[in-house]
């Protein structure tokens, strides 16, 4: 399984597309596709029906589609959008930023 540099929680900011511009935090990472659902970007809608079970109501509804992860950028906390590198720090490697050279943290 492919390892990436952006996880839950982070904030990234949008480089492409409708939403370009937006900041907003990662809600979930796909690995394999190498994609992510980012909070309140790309919106679509999607048809909901009713469940008789389980008391849900059907209509339009609408939710995230995945967005590519080279069409993000990690927004470091000190100077904005940012690539990202990698250091060892003892037996652990850490995302670092690649513009100020700070650790970036993790929120594990």
């Known amino acids: 399984m492919p390892s990436l540099d952006i996880h839950r929680n982070d904030t990234v900011k949008v480089l492409t597309g409708s939403d370009r511009g937006k900041t907003q935090r990662v809600l979930r990472v796909f690995p394999d596709k190498g994609t992510l659902l980012v909070e309140h970007v790309r919106v679509v809608k999607k048809t909901v029906s009713s469940k008789t079970g389980q008391n849900t109501r059907g209509g339009i509804a609408e939710q995230e589609s995945p967005i590519h992860i080279s069409n993000v950028a990690l927004v470091c906390p ?26 970036l943290p993790t929120k594990k």
């Open 78 to 103: 000190n100077c904005g959008p940012t690539r990202i590198g990698h250091k060892l720090e003892g037996d652990r490697r850490v995302r670092i930023c690649k513009k100020c050279g700070q650790t």
